[in-house]
């Protein structure tokens, strides 16, 4: 498919997952800057939308939400695009320094931020491109490598739910886990019991009764089987 069926697809898929204010920040968000993004650098540069996820929400150091513009998960790997635009960041001293903060925060929680200049986008996006291509060089070939796969071992949500252990200290509690994947609590549990039987989580139990509180990750961090 081309770029207009795919991100056509991919837009309408996180629009049906999202409610409340995850779905009004999308509706906002994803506008000239972003998309010209995909279009221009994303799409020549991978080909596809697999984990790349638009106006991401994530908590800033005081727990306050807000929405990164593009996030793409690899494996365990976080990556954050920013699309500066002046007349939105550089005029507003105290917006700029805010986006800083954050981008810092973000980075100090494992997560890599990268900030891409809306003009320079506009005007030179094979400079982007090519920067981009040698920083994702190693994420985008194990992600190629793991596509030769015949059979995936793993699905996209047990992926997921390893991955989200991992962000969490290798803990996964389904409620929680539920909020951020915006799936269904039992669905959450459905998965984490087969990632028991995989040999990938272990549930860990309280009380007399003996109840599952949360799950534990006790695969590898740098497992091929997250990619």
């Known amino acids: 498919m081309g770029f207009e069926r795919e991100h056509n697809e991919w837009l309408c898929n996180h629009l049906k997952q999202r409610k409340?204010?995850?779905?009004?920040?999308?509706?906002?968000?994803?506008?000239?800057?972003?998309r010209l993004f995909v279009e221009q650098v994303w799409w020549p540069l991978a080909g596809h939308f697999h984990g790349l996820h638009p106006e991401y929400e994530v908590k800033d150091w005081r727990s306050r939400s807000y929405f990164?513009?593009?996030?793409?998960?690899?494996?365990?790997?976080r990556i954050a695009f920013e699309i500066m635009d002046y007349g939105s960041h550089g005029?507003?001293?105290?917006?700029?320094?805010?986006?800083?903060?954050?981008?810092?925060?973000?980075?100090?929680?494992?997560?890599?931020v990268l900030y891409i200049s809306l003009d320079e986008l506009k005007e030179n996006s094979?400079?982007?491109?090519?920067?981009?291509?040698?920083i994702l060089f190693s994420y985008l070939l194990a992600e190629k490598s793991a596509k030769t796969t015949a059979e995936r071992a793993y699905s996209r949500i047990e992926r997921d739910l390893m991955r989200a252990a991992i962000r969490h200290h290798r803990v996964l509690r389904p409620a929680d886990a539920a909020r951020e994947l915006e799936l269904h609590t039992m669905t959450i549990i459905k998965?984490?019991?087969q990632l028991v039987d995989k040999g990938k989580f272990r549930p860990v139990a309280r009380g007399s009764s003996q109840r599952i509180i949360y799950y534990e990750y006790i695969g590898t961090l740098q497992s091929p089987d997250l990619v």
């Open 191 to 193: 998965y984490c019991r």
């Open 68 to 77: 990164v513009d593009i996030l793409w998960e690899i494996g365990a790997s």
């Open 126 to 134: 094979s400079f982007i491109l090519s920067s981009l291509r040698n």
């Open 20 to 34: 409340g204010e995850r779905l009004d920040a999308l509706k906002r968000g994803h506008g000239y800057g972003n």
């Open 91 to 112: 005029t507003d001293r105290s917006k700029y320094r805010m986006d800083l903060n954050r981008g810092l925060f973000l980075q100090s929680q494992d997560c890599t």
